[in-house]
DNA sequence: TATGAATGAGAATTCATTCAT
DNA sequence: CATGAATGAATTCTCATTCAT
């Protein structure tokens, strides 16, 4: 096996044992057991314990960054969004076990992780807001406090996420209907709340 | 010191540790340090250290019970709202530390906080859901999927005290003001999204 | 409570406690529950553990020297005998939790009371050794080395002890008769071994 | 130093500190530093403490086992019972740190070394009482209660090993001869008790 | 590179004993 | 005399990391 390839299997294994035990409960002897190497040969690819699960997280942090999208003003608003609600949805979906991880387990373990975590989510709230900003700017959305309606935004999407992945069936496959319809309810909170409207019908126009 | 003055005199310093260092990095050690008391000490009073967190979360989670009041359709539906939502919000202020470990901490620890975390979420969001459910069918509120609505709602919530208590300077002070703004936007999200509409004009009126 | 009728009550029931848990299992908490003291008094009672422990193994140690008489060669040995027999097995079987201590725990505790044990058992093996030596020098008995055979004496005497304390049914009762039978066949194989002769008939006659 | 190899001085030194201090008295600590590991060392060949007294208890029974030859009453019976009670004798002043610990220590430990114990001396013991209750169908032994009598027997062997193990000088040696005059002594015990008669001229002819 | 035996710091927990009330 | 809260030394066991082969 290529030195590269050991690589790879090896942080797969271990993101399957700290999907499944957590962090703190996996130790290095489960991820080489799991991995079939033996203990010192960890050491050769990675640091240390912290290291392959930050890498790990990198990993994703990565992916999703590149899937998230910034908005285009000019162009068709709510499809922009939609299709990058949906495209974290995926990404999310389509890596279950890593995601766990971030939203379950990457929280407390230490000043260095969760300062990642913040600036990860600080970054995401800082393209909502400034989206939000540019929509009121605009006359698209209503006058608000866009800090605290970005967190709102997000709050919804990590909640519904967590859903996903966490509380809902592990193994269940959710199907791309489900998902377009997880999209349109979130979205339809966000946009309109409780109240009416539907955000089909809207085209970079005033929503109020 | 009474033997219930050293009990509560523990359960804060353990506070304050596990709000710091989190449940994993925190050791017996640590807390019997700050408490100024023998290790044997401490386990007079706490089984071990599993048994003094569970006990710090049981009482946030009682008091958050209490402060949730049911909705009363009958009365000024935006007024019941807008209370329980300050009194949650206050709560978690006078409870900076703990809130910080039930936002932040009590997640992938075991099996057993998790089931316990898990019903009080279900419990809440189900009073939440039950809520929704309601106003639709009185035709106040707009036909959605309630179930992921509500979560949207709780996941807003969750994202804003964990604003206030993790991410807000730690000791500085939010005034009653701030909670009132917070509050409104809170609401103002949740009724109307990111769409016009004031719910201080509501009054069990239809939203649509 | 007096004093002295306090301290006997502390006594038995740790005696209870030692016989049931054995003196390693058996904690200072485990005792002063039973006895329905405070921990700090039992330490206005005794030293320490051992102390108590030592205490309870002396007044067995007494009690049984004081069962085993010297025996005269003048009388009828073999009544002296079984009568010695018979009352060292009924001061065991009226002291089962202390005896079940002497037999089953009081070894390896430590130096001191090893030492103590072993000087017991010499002084009982010498005076049987001695009886020996003399059975032997008036032609009674056959010419053996009377320290060994001595030893093999208190292994058979020991070994039923054991029976009946530690093995037989715990609670049970073991009748006048039984406990006829049983010295009868003890002093049968220590006289005759497996081979014939009744020892009723011996009356200071010789046995070879 | 090969894994095995290890182990087997592990136990070695494990096997002199129990002999020497005792079960309780010894400590994990005691055992690494005389065999001059490391902590965690000791974990990666024994679970716990208990773990490597059983294995040390279990080579015992085993060897024991293994020593003892059931009688075939065709042949010089006499003969083979030398033999045997040779062997024990052997065997025990080969491993006189094992035996010490077989006879001083293993009791009251818990309850499953008490069982374990319990089954090894039932197991001896009903042989030896099948072997009598043999002999007196044969009409060579006098009719006697063949339990208590192997008891007596058991007591008598027991309390001989005891003598060469623990109470006399810890490095000597003991001669053939004097092995020879013990198994002698013994056995004419046992079989014409105090009084006379030789076994050595027994050929399978009655005791009685 | 790969191995896995060895390490030892550190964690949780117990319990005999003391001492202020 | 009696109490029982407090102590802290001692013990067991774990596990991330190192290092000789």
Redesign the pocket.
């Known amino acids: 096996?290529?030195?590269e390839d050991?690589r790879i299997h090896v942080l797969e294994c271990a993101s399957e044992v700290f999907a499944k035990k957590g962090y703190?409960?996996?130790?290095?002897?489960?991820?080489?057991e799991r991995a079939?190497?033996?203990?010192?040969?960890?050491?050769?690819?990675?640091?240390?314990?912290?290291?392959i699960f930050e890498e790990l997280l990198d990993q994703l942090i990565e992916k999703l960054d590149r899937r998230i999208k910034r908005i285009n003003p000019e162009d068709d608003v709510a499809r922009q969004l939609k299709a990058n609600v949906r495209g974290i949805i995926d990404l999310f979906l389509d890596n279950r076990e890593l995601t766990k991880i971030l939203v379950h387990e990457a929280i407390g373990l230490d000043e260095g992780f969760d300062k990642k975590l913040a600036q990860l989510n600080a970054r995401i709230r800082n393209m909502v807001k400034a989206s939000l900003d540019l929509g009121i700017e605009m006359g698209i959305l209503r006058p608000c406090n866009t800090s605290i309606t970005a967190r709102c935004i997000m709050g919804s999407v990590r909640e519904v996420i967590n859903y996903l992945v966490v509380e809902a069936e592990p193994g269940s496959h959710v199907s791309g209907k489900e998902r377009d319809s997880l999209v349109e309810q979130l979205m339809a909170f966000s946009l309109f709340g409780l109240s009416g409207g539907s955000y089909n019908e809207l085209n970079n126009k005033p929503l109020w």
Chains 1, 2, 3, 4 share one sequence.
């Open positions: 096996m290529k030195k050991r703190h409960e996996t130790s290095v002897s489960d991820i080489v079939r190497i033996a203990r010192g040969t960890f050491y050769l690819y990675f640091e240390n314990k912290r290291a």
